[in-house]
């Protein structure tokens, strides 16, 4: 559940960060107001509509091999004098960080969407990618949802912002990553960018799923 004031999730009776009332039932108006008729985020985030796309996309994500189930596999095949490679890669990581190692990289760019329709689509296409959003926060005329790109056979996991501006009809995308404990990434960010642009302008909202199209 997200506070309709502040649009932090929150649970209860009350939200935990602005202490307004939270309500605990679904509004009638939100299980068939479309929503693009939602003037607020945080109504756009509660919309019934919205929660159903973005769970339509979810159902559509692929479990991938990520770098601890790669050194997983490989402690079970190669078992090298009983030193586990998942074990090093855990204590490694933190230890990089700490010292300063990491990859950060930024992209920008604006498309033709309203505020709300890139917020639904960036939403879409992170459930899709099955790449989870770990903190939402309203900007002064957006939002920024922090999300996490898991860890694959090159990289650790990187942390993922992306930063959602309305301008009149269109909707500057700005993202950025950020890798701690590693110094390259051999373009992965980059690439992973590139692709949630792309995809924020191609993903069919209208995708027909059980037996109906969405309005």
Sequence with gaps: MFCSQCGKEASGNFCAHCGAALQTGTPAHQ???????????PELLANSEVRTLVRHFAAKAKKHLDAGDYFSTIDKIFKPGGISFKAIADVAVPIFGKLGIHTDHALTKVLALSLHEAILRGMCVLAQKGWPIAK???AENGIVINATIPS???TWTTDLWIHIEGEQQQARISLSTSIK???YDWGKSKRAMNRILDEMGTINLNEKFDGTYLP
């Design 136 to 138: 939402i926060d309203l």
């Design 181 to 183: 404990g590693q110094l």
């Design 152 to 154: 694959d056979l090159f």
């Design 31 to 41: 299980a068939t107001k479309p929503w693009q008729e939602e003037k607020t985020i």
